[in-house]
């Protein structure tokens, strides 16, 4: 039951790095019905610029903001040259191919500027487990739980409480009509992939302390973040949570009880399921689209 319990704990410290990124293809999906599938490289390049301020004496609490500064502007730029054209053309896939373009540009320069080795992040907190109802936990596992529970909420709230956040979710309802009540829509789909990315330079930040920190490092969890999106549902943010719960915990107790090479498989079929039977996710709604 103890190593259940502990299973269990890291899977939810996954997990909710996964729905923080996932959470970042929804805010660009809701603006500009685009994803940004660079997600994973937002946050290495997250994870390997809080290395080098780390490195050169910042501390990682005041790190952590600054990686969040370095995220949207990168965002911003991800939007501004690789999606903004091929909106305005109506080019469905000239975005998502300058998104993954971007993505592997950003990974080769990653490459040249830190190199191809896998490098270790200093943890900012004890790297002795705590006791837990009986189970050992990480603090830097408690760390990214409450770090990525607060990242969401924080957005939530300027969703829901700012007249800049109001303005985003009209842009989401209907952007047409958004745009004649003098809302600049293209304004604020940069701001959503500028705040996309932001949050997942904060959690490759987070989760830099937890593994080893490279070039390659957003490749796989951009890719599970995706699933995460599509399993919670798109339209959904408690869904993304709990899918992303769902992925994590599904992935650490599968590795243990029957091995690390099988731990992607039930999330994968978890996908397929969830695309055959309710392709708009778990807790996602139907769009309903006048002709």
């Known amino acids: 039951m103890e190593i259940l319990l502990q299973l269990i704990y890291s899977g939810v410290a996954l997990g909710m790095i996964y729905a923080v990124i996932a959470f970042g293809y ?8 685009t994803l940004n599938f ?34 949207l502007l990168q965002g911003s730029l991800v939007e501004r040259i690789g999606v903004r054209p091929a909106i305005k053309i109506k080019s469905e896939f000239g975005w998502i191919m300058s998104t993954i373009a971007l993505g592997i540009i950003f990974k080769n320069v990653a490459e040249n500027i830190w190199g191809r080795d896998d490098l270790k992040f200093p943890s900012p907190l004890p790297e002795a487990p705590i006791k837990v109802l009986g189970a050992n936990v990480l603090p830097m596992e408690i760390l990214v739980v409450v770090g990525a529970v607060l990242m969401m909420l924080a957005v939530e709230f300027f969703n829901r409480k700012t ?17 004649l009540m003098g809302i600049n829509t ?11 990315s932001a949050t997942a330079a904060f959690a490759g930040a987070l989760i830099a302390p937890l593994t080893l920190t490279g ?9 599970k973040a995706f699933a995460v999106a599509i399993i919670g549902g798109l339209t959904s943010g408690m869904g993304i949570i709990v899918g992303g719960i769902i992925l994590g915990v599904a992935e650490t107790t599968t590795g243990f009880y ?3 090479g099988y731990k992607d498989v039930p999330g994968l079929v978890l996908l397929l399921l969830v695309l055959a039977f309710k392709p708009a996710g778990l807790f996602g709604k139907n769009a309903i689209k006048k002709v």
Do not use: C, E, H
Request: glycine share 12%.
């Open 258 to 260: 029957l091995s690390t």
């Open 163 to 179: 007249i800049y956040g109001k303005a985003v979710v009209a842009t989401f309802n209907d952007r047409d009509a958004a745009k």
């Open 186 to 196: 293209g304004l604020v789909i940069t701001f959503s992939y500028a705040l996309s």
């Open 26 to 33: 929804q805010l660009t999906f809701q603006t500009s019905d």
């Open 38 to 71: 660079g997600q994973g490289d937002a946050l290495m390049l997250g994870a390997m610029v809080g290395l080098t301020l780390v490195t050169m004496g910042v501390n990682y609490w005041l790190m952590l903001p600054l990686v969040i500064v370095f995220g």
């Open 215 to 223: 070039a390659t490092m957003g490749s796989v969890l951009g890719l």
